[in-house]
């Protein structure tokens, strides 16, 4: 107690009794900076990779032409088909002759009503034969329009796993787009799912400078032992995908006992606090804890020392 009395101070002019507080429990996690949407712009069409318009980092819109894929065998079936619609072109145009020879005939009465009719379903038959040849040739020319490979949403192209040259098949991933905004994905340990709250308010550390999220999205299905959640923050840099940002989550509250730190006092490697006793005013050495902000005020927590209804001197 010696050195209790060499650290008194003048009695304060005000004292009031400490209480415990509930303060929150944070838990430190890195979460991953992510796309809102990641979508892959796939091939429609097997063939060769002839032009990649693109690279790792670009912006697209959404439909934007990414790369172009041809099948050399569909120029050939174009080919074809014109031939057969040329052909069958020539045909029609002779069993048309021959129908209006055939109905001034009949006119005459010289050729049958049979000999009409059929010359009139040789037409029509021919007739149909285009149509569906021309059809054809339009399938073909859709397939040849899908070697298109486009951006199937607006952002950043995060990968091109392909190169020019290469053989794709349908449905093969040309670039992945990653768009819709940004992101943190948080894997937090299964064992605080259950102080997780929606709306919930996040700390976030970027380098030097701090900010603040909002806890969005809670994942019902936990994998390896962890939950996953969403955060979401006003003005997260977008520049790098799949960074690792500090985040404190809040997990927990409890009860301390919170004095200002400005009434801490340190001597000798000793912190203590001024208090009222039934004897007077003496300091009371403390085992501080982790520092608060409460309501602008920075706040020490007690670990011991003192208790609850303790007068601190100068508690106002």
């Known amino acids: 107690m010696i050195l209790l009395a060499a650290l008194a101070l003048p009695l304060a002019a005000t004292a009031a009794p400490v209480q415990p507080v509930e303060i929150t429990e944070w838990k430190a996690v890195y979460g991953r900076i992510e796309s809102r949407n990641r979508i892959p712009a796939r091939a429609r069409l097997g063939g060769t990779?002839?032009?990649?318009?693109?690279?790792?980092?670009?912006?697209?819109?959404?439909?934007?032409?990414?790369?172009?894929?041809?099948?050399e065998k569909l120029a050939f079936q174009l080919s074809a088909t014109d031939a057969r619609l040329d052909s069958l072109n020539a045909q029609l145009e002779n069993a048309r002759s021959e129908l209006k020879r055939g109905e001034e005939l009949q006119a005459r009465g010289v050729t049958t009503v049979q000999r009409l009719d059929a010359l009139r379903t040789q037409v029509d038959v021919l007739s149909g034969q285009i149509e569906a040849s021309r059809a054809d040739r339009r399938v073909i020319e859709q397939q040849a329009a899908e070697g298109a490979v486009l951006a199937p949403i607006a952002g950043r192209v995060l990968s091109v796993p392909v190169a020019t040259g290469a053989v794709v098949m349908p449905g093969e991933e040309i670039a992945s787009v990653g768009g819709g905004g940004i992101f943190l994905r948080l894997a937090v340990p299964e064992r605080h799912a259950t102080g997780l709250q929606e709306g919930a308010e996040i700390l976030i550390?970027?380098?030097?400078?701090?900010?603040t999220g909002k806890l969005a999205k809670i994942y019902p299905l936990i994998e390896n032992g962890r939950v996953l959640a969403d955060v979401?923050?006003?003005s997260l840099p977008d520049r790098f995908y799949?960074?690792?940002?500090?985040?404190?989550?809040?997990?927990?509250?409890?009860?301390?006992?919170?004095v200002p730190a400005a009434l801490v006092k340190s001597h000798a490697g000793?912190?203590?606090v001024q208090v009222m006793t039934p004897e007077g005013s003496q300091m009371r050495t403390i085992v501080p804890g982790p520092r608060h902000m409460i309501g602008g005020e920075e706040?020490?927590?007690v670990l011991s020392g003192l208790q609850a209804g303790d007068d601190l001197a100068g508690q106002k």
């Open 299 to 301: 706040m020490v927590e």
């Open 242 to 258: 799949d960074a690792r940002v500090l985040v404190r989550l809040p997990v927990a509250t409890r009860k301390a006992l919170l």
């Open 270 to 272: 000793l912190d203590a």
């Open 205 to 211: 550390e970027q380098g030097d400078t701090a900010g």
């Open 232 to 234: 979401d923050v006003a």
């Open 49 to 71: 990779l002839v032009d990649l318009k693109v690279s790792e980092g670009d912006q697209v819109t959404a439909g934007q032409v990414l790369a172009q894929v041809i099948d």
